[in-house]
Each structure stands twice: as structure tokens, then as C-alpha cells.
């Protein structure tokens, strides 16, 4: 016994430490004691076909969303990112939408030239004028494809699909499959450039699958990371090693910004001449955050989980009867000086933007959208943004 209890104390003071370091920070950011103050919610109502879209974009010129939608039933079969491996249960009527809300109505996008019969399993996504001509649009996809073989269960066969599409139109044609099972090995967010050609991308875990990836994104290791492909001379790694790398957007032809699932946190990067990306800042605040978006005066918007440990465990499960709360985080940046606050905040009640992944503000038409992973629809405000 005697000899037993310094180890025992040694033991105790290692978990202590451990919950310390690793636990409290993980129920604080869980949002346990997080009180949620909802504000800005009076004015939306929730489009309810449009569920579990992923990821949304503004078209400016015309105030079109167009949001990478699936179904709850299909994401809790097959959603790599979350863990859910069952692909023959997977929807196969995963679509593109482009909703307008001056009609409050949408079209689903008719998939043209894709000759892949595992279809599209979407995730990530960004709507890209064309530079040459602005009315045609690339559409870049994550698409989670299943393993060519059917009996191979806990693997994905991951790409990035380029579409083309032209405002107003019904329909989406495919250009080309980009796919690397080394670096574009679980793809999360894609940001593309104008031309067609490139993109970097996140993936949200390296190597590990499973409880590891869990037990890795607990303990907030540093394990994900950005890729970069050209279509015609392929893909590279342009930043290993960062936290929970998430949602990525550009900001401009030189400057990438990517949010972190697991930490307070979003990364400034600096593209450098070969395309690799260096961090130049580290923007921290109070709530994880997931997907970014840009609006036409260059404020970044992001999905901010107050409850995050509710939505892990209740909401992601059965989203229908576990309305999650949700935060609308702004980052405003000038000379070189940030500032973040939180103008939008809703407790999920009426589903009402329950579970948001993705915020999207359109500063011409005072809008403000917000959808999510498994939410029960898309969200739709209408949205005067206070003074930062
Ligand atoms: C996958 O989904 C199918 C269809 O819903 C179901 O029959 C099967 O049991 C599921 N497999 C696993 C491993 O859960
Ligand atoms: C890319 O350029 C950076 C900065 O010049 C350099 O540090 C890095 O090693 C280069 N990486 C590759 C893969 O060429
Ligand atoms: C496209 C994108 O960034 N997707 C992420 C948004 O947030 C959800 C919830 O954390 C993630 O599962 C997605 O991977």
C-alpha cells in the first residue's frame, strides 16, 4: 500500500493536470456554462425543404444563395467528417440549390456531364464568378464518394468536383474530378479561384479515423491541413498542421482565411509564390468556429457554437428534436486591426437557425441566411448589421 501511494499521487496529479490543460478548456469552449442571448431572430423564418446544406454562397449581383444540400436521414448514414460509414444507406439525391429570396422559392441545380455512378455526397463548397465572364459561374465541390468497392467500409474515395453553371440557370455541367487519396484524403471546405483551375482545400483529419480522430480533435491537436491543386499539375500540401482546420475562404488573390472546429480561432494565410501558405495572424475569440464567408464590405461572418458540446451530443444525433443553439460571429478587420463581435444569436427555438454551420450576410439587401450540416432547414432574416 505504502508503496502504492506515491504513484497514486503522482497519478492523481497527472490527471489533474491533464484535466486542467485538456478538460476544462474543452467544457468551457463546449459552452457548459455559456448563457445564450438570442437577438436578431424576430425577422426570420426557416425554408424547410432546404435541409442539412452544408455550405452556402451569396451570388452578389443577383442576392441568390446557392447552398450544397443533402438530407438528415442520408448525413447520418454517410458523413466521413462526422464518423458515419454507412454509404449504401447514403442519400443519393444530394443537390445543389440555388434559393432567391425576393420569391422566397428555389431550383434545385440538374447535374449535367457527371458520368460517375457514385453521384455527389457534398460537404464544402464555393461559388466562383467567372473572371473572363462573370455571368458563368465554377461551382467547387467536396464530394465524399464512396470506395469503388462496395464491401471496403470505413474508407472514402474523396474529391473535389469543378462545375460550371450560368446565373439564372437551371443546371450545373460538369468540367472535371480532381482526386489525390495522399493529400486530398478527407476534404472539408474548398475555396477556387476565377479561372477554374485551382484550389486550396482543409482537411479536417490526417491519417485517423475513428475513436483516434475523436480522442485527436478532444485533445485539440494540431493534425489537419490546407491542400492546394491545379487541375492539370495536382495537389500539395500548402499548410500542415494546423487545429481543426474547417471552413476556408478567400479574401483576396493573396489572402486565405481558415476557422478552426476545435479552437476559438481563425488563421490568417499569406499565399506564397509556389502556393503554399504561411499563418501571418491568429484571430481569437470565445466560440469555435466553423465555416467562413465574406460579404461585399470584406467583414468576415462565421458559424460560432455557444452550445458546442450540446450539438455534439444531442443535436448532430437527432437534429429534429434537439434544436441547437447558434451565434453569427463578424470579424471586422481595418489597417491591420481586428475586432469580432456577435450580432446575431438564436437558442434554436422553432428550429430557427438550430444548428448553423455556415452564416452568409448580404450587406446590398440587408439579409442575413443561415444553414447548417444537419439543420432542419435554411434560415432566412432579414438583417440590418448594428455598427462593429
Ligand atoms: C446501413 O444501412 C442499411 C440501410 O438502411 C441498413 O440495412 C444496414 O444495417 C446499415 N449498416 C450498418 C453497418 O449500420
Ligand atoms: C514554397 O515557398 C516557401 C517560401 O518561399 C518556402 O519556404 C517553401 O519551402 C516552398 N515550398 C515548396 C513545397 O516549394
Ligand atoms: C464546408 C465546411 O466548412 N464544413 C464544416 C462546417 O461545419 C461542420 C460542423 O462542424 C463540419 O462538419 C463541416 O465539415
Redesign the pocket.
Known amino acids: 500500500m505504502a508503496i502504492l501511494t506515491p504513484f497514486l499521487i503522482a497519478l492523481v496529479a497527472l490527471c489533474g493536470a491533464f484535466y486542467k490543460l485538456n478538460v476544462e478548456p474543452m467544457l468551457e469552449l463546449g459552452g457548459i456554462w455559456r448563457t445564450v442571448i438570442p437577438r436578431g431572430t424576430e425577422t426570420c423564418h426557416l425554408v424547410s425543404e432546404l435541409q442539412a446544406c452544408?455550405?452556402i454562397m451569396l451570388h452578389q449581383p443577383t442576392g441568390h444563395v446557392y447552398a450544397a444540400c443533402s438530407s438528415i436521414a442520408g448525413r447520418h448514414a454517410w458523413l466521413p467528417?462526422?464518423n458515419y460509414y454507412n454509404a449504401s444507406a447514403r442519400s443519393r439525391a444530394d443537390y445543389v440549390a440555388v434559393y432567391d429570396p425576393s420569391s422566397d422559392s428555389f431550383i434545385k441545380l440538374a447535374v449535367l456531364g457527371l458520368d460517375d455512378p457514385r453521384g455527389l455526397s457534398l460537404?464544402?463548397m464555393d461559388v466562383v464568378p467567372s473572371e473572363e465572364d462573370p455571368s458563368t459561374l465554377f461551382v467547387y465541390l467536396?464530394n465524399h464518394r464512396p470506395p469503388v468497392d462496395p464491401k471496403q467500409t470505413t474508407e472514402e474515395d474523396p474529391s473535389v468536383e469543378i462545375f460550371t453553371t450560368v446565373e439564372g440557370s437551371g443546371e450545373m455541367r460538369h468540367v472535371r474530378t480532381v482526386a489525390d487519396p495522399a493529400i486530398l484524403h478527407s476534404p472539408?471546405?474548398v475555396a477556387g479561384t476565377p479561372d477554374g483551375t485551382r484550389f486550396w482545400f482543409t482537411n479536417?483529419m490526417k491519417d485517423v479515423d475513428g475513436w483516434k480522430a475523436k480522442l485527436y480533435m478532444f485533445l485539440n491537436r494540431a493534425v489537419t491541413s490546407v491542400g492546394f491543386c491545379h487541375v492539370e499539375h495536382g495537389c500539395m500540401i500548402a499548410l500542415d498542421k494546423v487545429p481543426g482546420a474547417?471552413?476556408i475562404v478567400r479574401t483576396s488573390e493573396q489572402t486565405l482565411l481558415i476557422g478552426s472546429?476545435t479552437r476559438p480561432e481563425v488563421r490568417v494565410l499569406a499565399r506564397q509564390a509556389n502556393n503554399t501558405l504561411l499563418v501571418t495572424d491568429v484571430i481569437t475569440h470565445d466560440l469555435p468556429l466553423?465555416?467562413l464567408t465574406v460579404d461585399k464590405d470584406g467583414v468576415v461572418w462565421a458559424a460560432g457554437f455557444p452550445k458546442g458540446a450540446e450539438l455534439i451530443q444531442k443535436h448532430i444525433p437527432d437534429p429534429l428534436n434537439n434544436p441547437s443553439a447558434s451565434t453569427a460571429v463578424r470579424i471586422t478587420c481595418n489597417g491591420g486591426k481586428c475586432t469580432v463581435d456577435k450580432p446575431f444569436e438564436s437558442d434554436g427555438s422553432n428550429n430557427i437557425a438550430s444548428g448553423t454551420?455556415?452564416v452568409v450576410h448580404d450587406t446590398e439587401r440587408n439579409k442575413l441566411f443561415l444553414s447548417g450540416?444537419m439543420a432542419p432547414g435554411l434560415t432566412v432574416c432579414d438583417f440590418v448589421a448594428p455598427n462593429a
Open positions: 452544408e455550405k467528417a462526422l460537404h464544402g467536396v472539408n471546405d479536417d474547417n471552413g472546429a466553423d465555416n454551420t455556415t450540416v
